[in-house]
């Protein structure tokens, strides 16, 4: 069992560049998240899922989209990346049925420097 | 809307003293859920505990113990005789009844020195 499978583990973009942190998970939970940790900080939810086609902003949105096509798969899409962006993203799921109380299971992390 | 707090930002213990790291929520729902989260040095995020609303008897595992106490909102985790493994960063969480949302506090940094 893989758990939770984020890639990649570094990267440094641009300021504008674009790419896409991938996520994969094989435990078949039906909800997935997107979280950032900037230096020294806590975690800030980006977006979560509740399933496949389901998804819904958090805490700090802008600047990132998602798409989530598959129960396996949450991608996470950073548009014209900026400085502010520079952080460790982390990928969690979890299991969303009754009675609710299942922890997150994380990724690894990506590290993303933008420069 | 849920908070967490953890007002302890940076905790530093010599080695085999013992250790408190607060926690305390607001939430207006009667079912909810608390974690514990542990960040060490390498980076991951390694569960730890999950607590019930409607089970407040405290938990102990090894060295490891939880207050959980509904009339104050707290949910501490005490480390007993602490390790200089036990340095991390350690994350109190909440999620509510509906399941979807998990609201984390800021984490509090514990050094445990040799």
């Known amino acids: 069992n893989a758990g939770v499978t984020q890639t990649p583990k570094f990267r440094i973009l641009k300021i504008g560049q674009s790419m896409t942190l991938q996520c994969a998970q094989d435990?078949?939970?039906?909800?997935m998240y997107w979280y950032r940790q900037d230096p020294g900080m806590g975690l800030k939810l980006i977006y979560y899922?509740?399933?496949?086609?389901?998804?819904d902003k958090g805490e700090v949105p802008n600047g990132y989209n998602v798409s989530r096509s598959t129960t396996e798969d949450f991608p996470l899409r950073l548009e014209l990346a900026a400085p502010s962006q520079t952080s460790v993203y982390f990928c969690?799921?979890?299991?969303?049925?009754?009675?609710?109380?299942?922890?997150?299971?994380f990724g690894n992390g990506t590290r993303l420097t933008v420069t | 809307a849920q908070k967490v707090t953890q007002a302890q930002t940076e905790i530093s213990v010599v080695e085999k003293e013992d250790v408190t790291l607060d926690c305390v929520y607001e939430?207006?729902?009667?079912?909810?859920?608390l974690f514990w989260y542990k960040q060490p040095p390498s980076g991951e995020l390694v569960f730890l505990i999950r607590?019930?609303?409607?089970?407040?008897q405290n938990e102990i595992s090894g060295r490891y113990s939880w207050n959980f106490q509904k009339s104050t909102s707290s949910f501490n985790f005490t480390i007993t005789a602490s390790q200089v493994v036990d340095s991390a960063v350690y994350f109190c969480?909440?999620?509510?009844?509906?399941?979807?949302?998990?609201?984390f506090g800021p984490g509090t940094r514990l050094s445990v020195l040799p």
């Open positions: 939430t207006r729902d009667t079912t909810y859920y």
């Open positions: 607590r019930n609303s409607f089970d407040e």
């Open positions: 969690a799921s979890r299991d969303g049925q009754r009675p609710y109380n299942s922890p997150l299971h």
């Open positions: 899922s509740v399933g496949a086609g389901i998804t």
């Open positions: 969480a909440l999620i509510d009844n509906y399941g979807q949302n998990f609201v």
């Open positions: 435990m078949n939970h039906n909800y």
